[in-house]
């Protein structure tokens, strides 16, 4: 049973930076594959960026340039580096996690932690 456990969400003036981290423990296997996700009050939840196995990486549009995911394999947590934030990036942002090759749908990953709130004001 894999649990993941957010932290490092809060309440930034536009423009400033926050780093979110996704603390993974039970049974991931060698192609486990994270990703972060994000809602909104009102909206669906949408992708945000995605960690394969082999370290490939891919962003959502709206977070290109701004956005670094990056995991740290000897620690098993995924983080989420955001600078330059806007008002937009408000939301509940949750890691998620699976195995095998994923993509952006949130109904491919199995293992979901709690989230943490970012507020950009």
């Known amino acids: 049973h894999v649990q993941l456990v957010e932290s490092g969400g809060g309440s930034v003036q536009a423009g400033g930076s926050l780093r979110l981290s996704c603390a993974a423990s039970?049974?991931?296997?060698?192609?486990?594959?994270m990703a972060w996700f994000r809602q909104a009050p009102g909206k669906e939840r949408e992708g945000v960026a995605r960690i394969e196995s082999d370290g490939s990486i891919s962003y959502a549009d709206s977070v290109k340039g701004r956005f670094t995911i990056s995991k740290d394999n000897a620690k098993n947590t995924l983080y989420l580096q955001m600078n330059s934030l806007k008002p937009e990036d408000t939301a509940l942002y949750y890691c998620a996690g699976g195995n095998g090759y994923c993509n952006m749908r949130p109904s491919w990953y199995p293992n979901w932690g709690q989230g943490t709130q970012v507020t950009v004001s």
């Open positions: 039970g049974a991931t296997y060698s192609n486990y594959c």
